[in-house]
């Protein structure tokens, strides 16, 4: 296996808009990011993942972009961009941006333009089909975030696809101007030195040209087989390596949607020189049925413990992934997969001694380092994410299930419950701002924030400090053969990794009881690495856990 530095490298995702306002106004900002540079230095983190930084009219907060080139003024300028950028390698920390290549905002001058006429010379940067015969849409797709995937523009009597909201139309990569555009927008930031781009859904960019009707099947299942993995994806992405990629010391990490364990090879295998490496959506979508907000599943181990040995199995030696518990999509780790409560600071540690030991590049999500959880939203008016906001709008018309059914839903799984403003202190807004917040900041920040836990040193914030040092010292950590134990027992997860002379056992309580597990007799020598209790119980073979501990062992 190829060691490199983004294999054992840490990624820290920041969602400009929420991590940290500098002038004032209530809107997270570029500035604000270098203002906590020596923060996230102290974490020993080295790869700084930026959410999108580009001119936007923010429909989704940024994933809408009107120009590639260029910085949203509400985060700064390119002035504040380069000084980040300076300061961020001073540090010997990387900066990786978000490429969204597949869509692009409709207030980009390429749309503007190719809304004019069917002769504009842009109109074939996009797809247009005439209506079906009965007037409605060319076909039944549905977006990502509800309603039809085609918007009808009177003008023309053409409709266009936007697989995202109707202000994100897709780009059409058959046309090669529109990928010599995107590979020259990737090569202004490259030229800055940038290292490289998390790429924003790149398994849709390739359409089905025929656009077949979606079979009646679960929406994750049509994105698999209908909007993802399309005929020619792969022949782009090789072409883009070999036009822009390969000619920097750049990395790409990839937004896995519609892969699966079966075809993640041919995206990731090293020898097909596509992608770096991929986050896939198995366990970010582990307690969400089919599209989020539907249907409620509550959480379960063995299931958690198949998906990783899964995909373990799936890039065996020849691939890598990226491995993330939450992003800015997803609901707060530690209120899906811990307790928020009662054992909020002993889940919060061993929910990451459990990412931390997984195979793949770590990507921590910001605010989880001091285990932020989601929020309450009291009513619509205080929502503020798209796809939430569509969810609530549909359901009003339909009917489907009642108002308070679907804002439980949107509190539940909604993606604003990752996007509330960090929270740096107990002074007003969570000193993220002296302004009222984009996104209501959650009442808890008097109790979690990162001024409180610096100063204590069993706080969630010193833990992953401790873990992460401690991980670099080790290889075992990123690269270790797994051997797992009690794969069937709900309540423990266990599992012993090697890496040469290295070994570790690692052992975390998923349950709210004490539990005693009978792995010591073999192990000669044993030192603790990590335990998120002061105390370790152990007698005669047998270590008995305390609800939600966590160890990790450096044994013989
Ligand atoms: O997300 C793609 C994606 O699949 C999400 O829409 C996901 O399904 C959903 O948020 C959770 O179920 C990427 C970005 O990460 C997201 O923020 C953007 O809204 C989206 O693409 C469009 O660019
Ligand atoms: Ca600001």
Redesign the pocket.
């Known amino acids: 296996m190829e060691l490199s530095w983004f294999k054992k490298g840490t990624i820290y995702q920041i969602y400009p808009r929420s991590f940290n306002d500098t002038n004032n106004d209530g809107i997270g900002d570029l500035r604000g990011i270098i203002e906590k540079l020596d923060y996230l230095k102290s974490l020993y983190v080295d790869i700084l993942w930026l959410?999108p930084i580009f001119s936007s009219p923010n429909d989704?907060?940024g994933?809408?972009i009107s120009d590639y080139c260029a910085i949203m003024p509400e985060f700064g300028t390119m002035e504040d961009f380069d000084e980040l950028l300076r300061e961020t390698h001073k540090r010997g920390m990387k900066l990786v941006l978000d490429l969204?290549a597949?869509?692009c905002s409709d207030e980009h001058v390429w749309f503007e333009e190719a809304k004019k006429s069917k002769k504009n010379p842009y109109r074939d940067y996009f797809h247009w089909r005439k209506p079906a015969p009965d007037g409605g849409p060319p076909n039944n797709w549905k977006s990502?975030?509800g309603g039809s995937a085609w918007e009808y523009d009177k003008p023309s009597g053409e409709y266009y696809l936007h697989?995202?909201t109707k202000k994100?139309p897709d780009l059409n990569w058959e046309n090669q101007k529109v990928r010599q555009e995107i590979y020259s927008a990737m090569r202004f930031w490259l030229d800055k030195g940038v290292d490289g781009f998390r790429m924003?859904?790149i398994p849709l960019i390739s359409k089905r040209e025929e656009y077949p009707d979606a079979p009646n099947v679960g929406f994750r299942q049509i994105?698999e087989d209908v909007y993802a993995n399309g005929p020619k994806v792969h022949d782009y992405l090789k072409e883009m390596n070999k036009e822009v990629i390969d000619h920097y010391d750049a990395f790409s990490l990839a937004?896995g949607?519609g892969i699966n364990d079966k075809n993640a090879g041919l995206y990731i295998n090293h020898d097909r020189k596509e992608l770096d490496m991929l986050y896939h959506?198995d366990i970010?979508?582990c307690t969400?049925v089919n599209?989020?907000f539907e249907e409620a599943t509550i959480f379960d181990l063995t299931n958690m413990k198949s998906i990783f040995k899964k995909w373990r199995d799936a890039v065996h030696e020849k691939g890598w992934l990226a491995n993330a518990l939450g992003?800015?999509?997803?609901a707060r780790m530690i209120s899906r997969f811990g307790d928020d409560d009662k054992y909020w600071s002993e889940s919060a540690k061993m929910l990451f001694m459990m990412q931390a030991t997984q195979n793949g590049t770590l990507n921590i999500y910001q605010g989880d380092e001091i285990g932020m959880t989601n929020i309450v939203l009291d009513s619509i008016e205080e929502v503020r994410d798209?796809?939430s906001l569509n969810f609530y709008n549909e359901n009003l018309q339909s009917q489907k299930y009642s108002i308070g059914y679907a804002l439980e839903r949107i509190n539940k799984?909604g993606?604003d419950n990752a996007r509330t403003p960090v929270q740096w202190s107990d002074e007003i807004n969570g000193g993220f701002s002296t302004h009222k917040p984009w996104l209501k900041i959650n009442s808890n920040y008097n109790k979690i924030n990162v001024k409180n836990q610096d100063q204590d040193k069993n706080s969630i914030l010193n833990f992953y400090r401790r873990l992460l040092k401690t991980r670099k010292q080790y290889d075992v950590f990123v690269y270790g053969d797994f051997e797992e134990l009690e794969f069937d027992n709900p309540n423990v997860y266990i599992y012993k990794k090697t890496y040469g002379d290295e070994k570790i056992l690692v052992a975390l309580n998923f349950s709210t009881h004490d539990t005693a597990f009978a792995h010591f007799n073999a192990i000669s020598e044993i030192e603790v690495l990590l335990n998120n209790y002061q105390e370790l119980l152990l007698n005669d073979g047998e270590a008995i856990l305390k609800p939600y501990q966590g160890i990790i062992l450096k044994i013989d």
Not at 327 to 330: K, V
């Open positions: 959410s989704d907060n994933y809408d969204v597949n869509h990502f975030f697989l995202f994100q924003d859904v994105i937004e949607v959506f970010l979508e969400i599209g989020k992003n800015h999509d997803f798209v796809q799984e993606r």
